[in-house]
C-alpha cells in the first residue's frame, strides 16, 4: 500500500512537470502576438483593380485592370496566365506559423533591405493591402512576409504558404514587364489582316505576301509583288485563319546582351510581317539556333541547329525563344498555296 501511495505521487509530480513545460512553451497563437496583422488573403479577388509592385533594386511593374483587361505598365496586354497565378495568390494565401520572437529583428531586417513591395488596389486610391515579401525559409516550403493594412504595417513577420503548393512565393512577385506580358505574336481575326508577308532569308524562292484586295486575298512573289495566278483561294483563307493564335515560348533573360547581338547581326532563317486594317504592324524575325543538345538525326549525326527552338526579334525590341512546333504551321512555302491537280 505504501509502494502504491508513492507511485501515484510521483505521477502527479510528473503530470504537473509536463503541464507546466507544456503550457510555458507552447507556440503562441497569432492573436496572442502584439502588433500582428495576418489577414493577408483578399477574399473576392474580382474586387482586384490593380497591383503595383516594387523590389529592392527599383525595378517595378504595374498591373491594372483596364475594361475588364488586365494591363502591363498601361501599354500590354498581360499574360492570362500570370495574372490567374497572381491572383491565386492572393486568394489562397494562408499563413504557415509565426516567426519565432528570436527571429523578428533578423527577418525585419532582411525584408527591408532586399525585400519586395506588393501593393493591392481594390478600387480605391490607397491600397487596400501591402505585402513585404521576403526570401524562403530553410526548407523553402515557406516565405517570410509583412503585412501593412488601412497604412499600419504589422510588426510581426509570419512564414505564409499556400495550402497544398509545395515551394515558396518570392518568385511570384517579379518586376521585369516584359515577363508580365502576353506571351502573343498574332493574335487576328481575318477581317483584321490587310497583309501578310513571310521572308525566307535561306530560300528566297519561296518567299510570298498576302494582301487584301477587294475584300480577298491575293498571292504575291515577296521580291517582284506579281500575282501568283495559281492560287488556292480556299488554301489562303484557311491559312489566314491561323494568325488567331500564334504566341512565343518565352523571353530569353538569361543570354547576355553581346549574344543577343551576335544573333541579330547574323542572316535571319526567315521574318514574318503582319499589317492591320488600321495601320499597325507585328513583325518577328527568327534565327537558327545551335544544337547545344547534341540532338543526332536517324544516322547518328548532330543536327546543326535545334530542331525544336529557335531564336527570335519581336518588333526589334523582345528577344525570344519560339518553338518549331508553333511557326511551323504558318512557315509554308509559296509553293504550299498552288492549285492541288487532280
Known sequence: MKNNKILIALLVILIGVAATIYFTNKTE????????????????????????????????????KDKGVWMVDGKYVARPDNMRLLMKTFGRIAVKSPVPRSAYNNIIKSIATGGTKVEIYTGETKPSKTYYVGGATLDHQGTYMLLETEGVKSTVPFIMHIPGFYGYL?????????????????????????????NYFETPKQSFKLEKEENKFVLKDYTTSKVVVDADTNIIKKYVGLYSNIYYEMIDI?????????????????SIEVKDVLGGSNKIVAYHMP????????????????????????????????????????????????????
Open 254 to 270: 538569361e543570354s547576355s546582351q553581346a549574344k543577343k547581338d551576335s544573333v541579330i547581326a547574323s542572316q535571319p532563317y526567315f
Open 29 to 64: 497563437t497569432i492573436s496572442d502576438i502584439e502588433g500582428a496583422k495576418s489577414n493577408f488573403a483578399v477574399e473576392d479577388t474580382a474586387t482586384i483593380t490593380k497591383v503595383f509592385i516594387a523590389d529592392a533594386q527599383g525595378g517595378t511593374v504595374t498591373l491594372e
Open 291 to 342: 544544337n547545344y543538345r547534341q540532338i543526332m538525326d536517324k544516322n547518328e549525326e548532330p543536327y546543326l541547329y535545334d530542331v525544336d527552338r529557335m531564336y527570335a526579334l519581336l518588333n526589334d525590341e523582345l528577344f525570344l525563344f519560339i518553338q518549331f512546333a508553333t511557326f511551323d504551321q504558318i512557315k509554308l512555302p509559296q509553293a504550299f498555296f498552288k492549285q492541288r491537280k487532280n
Open 170 to 198: 518570392t518568385t511570384r512577385f517579379f518586376t521585369e514587364p516584359a515577363q508580365w506580358r502576353d506571351a502573343v505574336v498574332f493574335k487576328y481575326a481575318p477581317d483584321q489582316i490587310q497583309s501578310i508577308a513571310v
